[in-house]
Nanobody, 114 residues
Framework: QVQLVESGGGLVQPGGSLRLSCAAS????????MRWYRQAPGKERELVAS????????KYQDSVKGRFTISRDNARNTVYLQMNTLKPDDTAVYYC???????WGQGTQVTVSS
């Protein structure tokens, strides 16, 4: 049974940082590409960042390039999203997703506000 559990969200001031984690289980993590999505109130869910399995190739939405970094630790079955220089527009629920199994985590709330 595929399971994804996000953590690390919270309230942060503009310009601050957070690191999100997504712990995966129920599949061979090292063989799966992983993605982070986000959904702000009243908006559609959007892809934020993705990371490949074998070569760790990464890709980012234009609005987060240079501020966010996706990474993975295959020994810990965990994918991370380091978010720096956060802006109020980054406020959203952030979701972990594994395309191979079309499976989502429950989401973690990130609020950027002074």
């Amino acid at each position: 049974q595929v399971q994804l559990v996000e953590s690390g969200g919270g309230l942060v001031q503009p310009g601050g940082s957070l690191r999100l984690s997504c712990a995966a289980s129920g599949f061979t993590f090292s063989s799966a590409a992983m993605r982070w999505y986000r959904q702000a109130p009243g908006k559609e869910r959007e892809l934020v960042a993705s990371i490949g399995s074998a070569n760790g190739y990464t890709k980012y939405q234009d609005s987060v390039k240079g501020r966010f970094t996706i990474s993975r630790d295959n020994a810990r079955n965990t994918v991370y999203l380091q978010m720096n220089t956060l802006k109020p527009d980054d406020t959203a629920v952030y979701y972990c997703y594994v395309p191979m199994f079309d499976s989502w985590g429950q989401g973690t709330q990130v609020t950027v506000s002074s």
